[in-house]
């Protein structure tokens, strides 16, 4: 995937710059909507496009933040409109019981902004978590205030490295694959014990 998107944007810095802005956009949209997509990796060419061809930075941020922030708030208001349906889904009602769904709830009602926050950060759960914050109803204002300002954090810090790095900006693309093979095998080691404790816990009162 990664060498298709490489290939679309070489393509795009000799075309119209505006194909060049919506492909930015519509990366950022894509990222949430489908969290495999390498969107980090384009931000980061962004900003090494931004000093390339002297685009004006504080745009291409704008761009890159404002199609993050509307997929972000489809996806909160999607959890926040299917909440019934979603919650009962095969999947959610074996992860979740009566009990640890309350607990759950309680939990995003008092810390979801923390949550929606720190899970952008975390390879794969950011966009679980705004659905999850959705279903959850967390403070509309508050979450809303969190994406956005998680967002032009993230970006701005990414597109800024590219632009500093220049040609070198696939160093910054290692370094985050690194940090997300990690983070990824601490998930699934979770994950599986988390598991394996629910079905002790159900033979035990079986």
């Given amino acids: 995937m990664e060498n298709v998107i490489l290939d679309i944007i070489d393509r795009l810095t000799n075309s119209n710059r ?28 962004e900003g090494y496009l931004s000093e390339l061809l002297h685009l004006n930075i504080y ?7 404002f199609g993050t922030f ?22 959610i009602r074996i992860i979740f019981d009566t009990e640890k769904f309350i607990k759950i709830k309680e939990m995003f009602n008092k810390y979801g902004s923390a949550a929606i926050f720190i899970s952008k950060f ?11 914050a959705g279903i959850f109803e967390v403070n509309k204002k508050l979450a809303y205030l969190t ?39 601490a998930i ?8 394996l404790s629910i079905r002790i816990n159900k033979k035990k009162f079986d």
């Fill in 18 to 45: 505006l194909f060049l802005y919506l492909f930015f956009f519509f990366s950022q949209c894509l990222q949430i909507i489908f969290p495999p997509y390498p969107g980090d990796m384009v931000l980061v060419i």
């Fill in 59 to 65: 745009f291409v941020l704008i761009i890159a933040w």
């Fill in 70 to 91: 509307l997929s972000s708030l489809m996806l909160y208001k999607l959890g926040e409109k299917e909440k019934e349906k979603i919650l009962q889904l095969k999947i």
């Fill in 122 to 132: 975390i390879p794969g759960i950011h966009s679980f978590t705004l659905l999850i």
């Fill in 147 to 185: 994406i956005g300002i998680v967002n032009i954090t993230h970006h701005a810090l990414l597109i800024i490295l590219g632009k500093i790095l220049k040609e070198n900006w696939a160093i910054i693309i290692n370094m985050m694959k690194t940090y997300n093979r990690y983070i990824i095998i």
């Fill in 188 to 195: 699934i080691v979770f994950g599986f014990f988390y598991l």
